[in-house]
């Protein structure tokens, strides 16, 4: 575990994720380098945007940025939100077909008049680069390999940066969405921590918080976790990203965790800066995987 010096105020350890990405990238670039050598061609990664969605477009626009710059290849697919359920389903079917692409991402949240579950496990799983299809939930759940979300992917990629061994640790998240809380669990699991997984109709949540070795906070509710929630060198993973009010009519982003309060845990990842940057980083290196293994025929 990290423990705070004891001759001079404590200070957490800043788990920079914007430096662990940026070096994730680096060896992801390295990797699609070699495949392309090796096949002649470098991965493609096949996203898929339905609307207009504002946030979307923006997520949209940073992964093909981050897919060219790491080499890949970015296939945009953008359609028009009146785009029916079987269009969409049709297009996958051609995706999943197509040896070019060896990723497809369709980005969330789809219109309301389309059934999101229905296209998610239309995807070939050794192509969901999002780990979301039901066979790659089954993977992780029995700890078989498979493609692993990136949001929890990249949680546990920051925790190996300050922690060795997992073995027998207190884990507690809160959140147990199927894209951060519920995953984020399993593979603390596999790591043999004690996991408790929390949510909004959980009682005494700061008690619970208060054994933990290790917290992720995925619940998308601003400052939730208070400075006395957290025991002295605890390591706190902070997901969530909510845009408060700012002085001046500007708006800022803060995590589930507030920050200022932490000066006694062991380390934490800012927001901005923390998980964020990890969730693109793995994404890229879900498709090198991808590409690997189609390569591999597995
Ligand atoms: P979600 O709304 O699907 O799930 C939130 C979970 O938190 C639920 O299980 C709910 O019961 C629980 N919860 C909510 N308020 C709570 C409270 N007061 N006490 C205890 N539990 C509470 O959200 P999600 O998609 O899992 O995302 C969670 C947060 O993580 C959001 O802020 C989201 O923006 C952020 N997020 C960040 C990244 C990233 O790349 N950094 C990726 C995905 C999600």
């Not at 504002?54 to 710059?69: G, M, Q």
Request: with cysteine; proline share 6%.
């Amino acid at each position: 575990m990290v423990s705070a010096a004891p001759s001079r105020a404590p200070a957490p350890r800043i788990i920079d994720g914007r430096a662990i990405a940026a070096r994730l990238i680096q060896t992801v670039a390295a990797e699609v380098h070699d495949h392309a050598a090796a096949c002649g061609v470098a991965p493609g990664l096949a996203v898929v945007l339905v609307g207009e969605d504002p946030a979307s477009l923006v997520y949209v626009r940073r992964k093909i940025a981050e897919t060219r710059r790491a080499g890949m290849r970015s296939i945009e697919h953008r359609l028009t939100a009146a785009t029916s359920e079987a269009e969409l389903l049709a297009l996958i079917d051609a995706l999943n077909g197509d040896p070019g692409v060896n990723g497809i991402l369709v980005q969330l949240p789809l219109p309301a008049h389309i059934d999101a579950g229905k296209v998610l496990d239309a995807i070939d799983p050794m192509k969901d680069v999002d780990g979301f299809h039901p066979v790659n939930v089954g993977r992780l759940s029995t700890g078989t390999g498979g493609l692993i979300p990136c949001t929890p992917l990249g949680c546990m990629m920051l925790l190996d940066t300050v922690i060795d061994d997992f073995r027998g640790l207190n884990a507690v998240v809160i959140g147990k969405s199927n894209i951060v809380g519920k995953p984020v669990a399993l593979l603390l699991l596999e790591r043999e921590c004690t996991v408790t997984v929390t949510h909004i109709l959980t009682r005494g949540l700061a008690g619970i918080v208060r054994g933990a070795d290790i917290l992720v906070a995925a619940a998308g509710s601003p400052g939730l976790v208070r400075g006395d929630w957290v025991k002295p060198g605890a390591v706190v993973i902070d997901v969530g990203i909510n845009r408060i009010e700012a002085a001046g009519g500007k708006h800022r982003l803060v995590g589930d965790v507030a920050y200022e309060e932490m000066a006694h845990a062991g380390a934490i990842t800012p927001v901005p800066g923390g998980v964020g940057p990890m969730t693109i980083a793995c994404l890229l290196a879900n498709t090198a995987r991808a590409a690997r293994n189609q390569q591999d025929g597995r």
